[in-house]
């Protein structure tokens, strides 16, 4: 009688194991015997190209796409499409950044990637910065349907209980059955649906705005811009909402990971279509909304249409409004997507569950549904009881926009590159203090200190004058330039680093979901055959030597050694190289994953994330606070 064949025992449910069955073979002798494999539906599922850039495409527009106009009024007609413009190009940069450091030193996700630099310390803050964004969203999301959907469904404002009651059945009948997909990949479908419905919504925009009337009225176009091209006042306020309409770092490890063959070149793809998507679209929506209602432009541009306009305009915006409902139901899971990681990352035992693996961790039905309705309950009883969630949300918003978006990406490559980045501070202010640092742990004031001593040092063994001017000079473009504070970050990246590979040296093997880089292999140089030898993979044939050592010897008049085994070994060795070079010209297709040294420019685009991040947070801040203080 067969043994028992099925599922091994269940893993306790904060510390999962990889998901493996029970299968019988059979040996060649007769005999039967069981073994444990890894279970095929344990296999995350992945997206193509164009499946990764939709999720991406849903991931950054969301709701917040009728505040571009608002954005753009605040900022100026001019400031405000260089705005979009900029944040988009931060944003492509800031996610091509994140991966390829991240496969530099090989980790698969954000919050491993910035422990492997700053710590336990690192881990957890920015695991909380990604939980803040993505409740955040969900929570906006459900509120926006609240809003939205009954007013379309013919019920009166302010019935609260019917609202309510739309809110918890149409949520629990759409957005809870696709939050429960296991995978990134399974949402590649609805969000397909979702940017289609997006660029229908910025159509009626664009078409139902009274643009060409509002432009005949004010003068013309060239009017407008030279009126209101840049507002110094509120320029930061236009600033705060653009920095943050792009955010989408707190699920692009998720995305990147989903994407089948995770390319350098793939990711850059995604990456730049997805933006390039965004850019058209909400620079259309932006700059059609403002120039229609100018001054008058309102938070939600959809609100304009309300307010003035006919029959024709309302019709409008209530099918605009509809779209946007529409997309909400599809942006949520996203969302939660993220929130379901993060508390997989904290909450869950082992190393899968640690670096992010959510496949092999939400296998299990029960975690998933677990997992999946913790986050759906504790969104939507808030947005049940509450119509705005005031400024408290909104400044953790922003504080965990920066830091995921700007500054966080800036920190990361300062630190991962820190060692190349003194080598290259070394280079202009002097001689490297590393030698130093295995003595004791280096400052920011040690490293200051010990470069400028050592110009000094030189400065008196040659000519005084001189020496004394460059010096000068040397001083003071060190402050000005903050490169204190770069170093220290340098140090301290530098240090955690090695001990992070370090431990990650004693750990067992494991493939990452992004892949890492490689080095370029040398080219393999054919010789010409000769006759008398087996054939080569080119058709041709092989120089004994070029066959393995299994291969048979070769004898006068093409006989070989061995018999019909020696034939056999010398059939497989052929197929062998043939294989070789199959997969030699598939891989030649796909640009090498190779590891490119960073440059001075790289590190000024990462100081530039930094101070750049900085400024987005004031002004987000600015533009919270600003309305209420006045």
């Known amino acids: 009688m067969a043994p028992n064949v099925g599922a091994l025992p269940d893993s306790p449910f904060f510390a999962p194991s990889t998901p493996r069955k029970v299968v019988p073979i059979s040996t060649p002798g007769g005999t039967k015997r069981l073994v444990k494999k890894e279970s095929p539906q344990a296999q995350e599922h992945k997206s193509t190209v164009a499946g990764a850039t939709s999720n991406l495409v849903n991931a950054i527009i969301g709701a917040g796409i009728v505040g571009i106009p608002f954005a753009i009024k605040e900022a100026g007609l001019v400031a405000g499409v260089f705005l979009v413009i900029l944040c988009a190009i931060l944003t492509e940069k800031s996610l091509r950044l994140l991966i390829d450091t991240a496969k530099h030193i090989d980790v698969p996700s954000y919050e491993t990637l910035f422990e492997s630099t700053y710590g336990s310390f690192g881990f957890y803050f920015i695991s909380a910065n990604m939980l803040i964004m993505a409740y955040g969203g969900c929570l906006s999301y459900l509120i926006l349907i609240k809003d939205t959907l009954p007013v379309l469904l013919g019920v009166d404002k302010g019935d609260a209980p019917m609202e309510r009651a739309i809110l918890a059945v149409s949520t629990m009948l759409i957005i809870l059955p696709i939050s429960m997909q296991r995978d990134m990949a399974d949402l590649a479908k609805t969000s397909k649906v979702s940017v289609l419905f997006q660029c229908l919504m910025v159509l009626a925009v664009v078409i139902f ?18 009126e209101d091209g840049i507002k110094s006042s509120t320029i930061f306020i236009g600033l705060g909402v653009l920095s943050f309409a792009f955010v989408c770092q707190h699920g692009a490890f998720i995305v990147a ?7 350098k070149k793939r990711w850059a793809q995604t990456s730049f279509w997805a933006l390039s998507l965004c850019v058209v679209l909400e620079t259309a929506c932006g700059v059609a909304g403002y120039l229609a209602f100018l001054d008058d432009t309102e938070g939600d541009i959809l609100n304009n249409f309300l307010d003035v306009g006919g029959a024709d305009m309302k019709r ?25 990681h993060v508390l997989v990352v904290l909450f869950f035992r082992g190393r899968r569950a640690h670096e992010g693996d959510d496949a092999s961790v939400l296998n299990r039905r029960d975690r998933r549904v677990a997992i999946t309705l913790v986050v759906y309950l504790s969104s939507l009883v808030p947005a049940l009881l509450v119509d705005n969630v005031g400024d408290v949300l909104a400044i953790t918003g922003t504080i965990g926009a920066s830091c995921l978006a700007y500054i966080g990406p800036g920190l990361i490559y300062m ?16 001689p490297s203090v590393g030698e130093h640092s295995e003595k004791r742990p280096l400052t920011g004031g040690d490293v200051e200190s ?3 001593l050592t110009g000094t040092k030189s400065s008196v063994e040659s000519n005084h004058s001189t020496s004394r001017v460059k010096q000068l000079v040397k001083g003071i473009a060190w402050h000005l330039t903050l490169m204190p504070i770069w170093c220290f970050i340098a140090e301290v990246g530098k240090k955690k680093l090695t001990e992070f590979q370090e431990s990650k040296a004693l750990k067992s093997p494991h493939i990452s979901r992004l892949g890492k880089f490689a080095s370029p292999q040398p080219q393999l140089e054919m010789k010409k055959p000769r006759a ?25 008049y093409g ?14 060795a052929k197929k062998r190289l043939e ?9 030649e297709e796909e640009v090498a994953d190779v590891d490119v040294p960073p440059t001075w420019n790289d590190f000024c685009v990462a100081i530039f994330f930094i101070v750049f991040g900085m400024v987005a947070l004031c002004a987000g801040m600015v533009s919270i606070l600003l309305p209420s203080g006045v």
């Open 209 to 226: 705005s009274p643009v060409s009337e509002s432009i005949e009225e004010h003068g013309g176009l060239m009017q407008i811009a030279s």
């Open 257 to 263: 990971g989903s994407l089948e063959r995770p390319t």
């Open 316 to 340: 409008a915006a209530n099918v605009a409004r509809g779209l946007l409902c529409t997309t909400m139901f599809f942006v949520y899971p996203m969302d939660s997507f993220v929130c379901r």
């Open 415 to 430: 630190a991962v590159y820190g060692d190349e980045f003194l080598r290259k501070v070394d280079e202009i202010w002097g």
């Open 450 to 452: 010990a470069r400028l």
């Open 532 to 556: 008398g030898s087996f054939d080569g993979p080119d058709g041709g044939l092989a120089r004994p030597g070029s066959l393995p050592d299994f291969c048979p010897k070769m004898l006068p």
């Open 559 to 572: 006989a070989v050694s061995g018999g019909n085994k020696a034939i056999g070994a010398a059939i497989l």
């Open 579 to 587: 294989g070789d070079l199959v997969k030699k010209t598939s891989q």
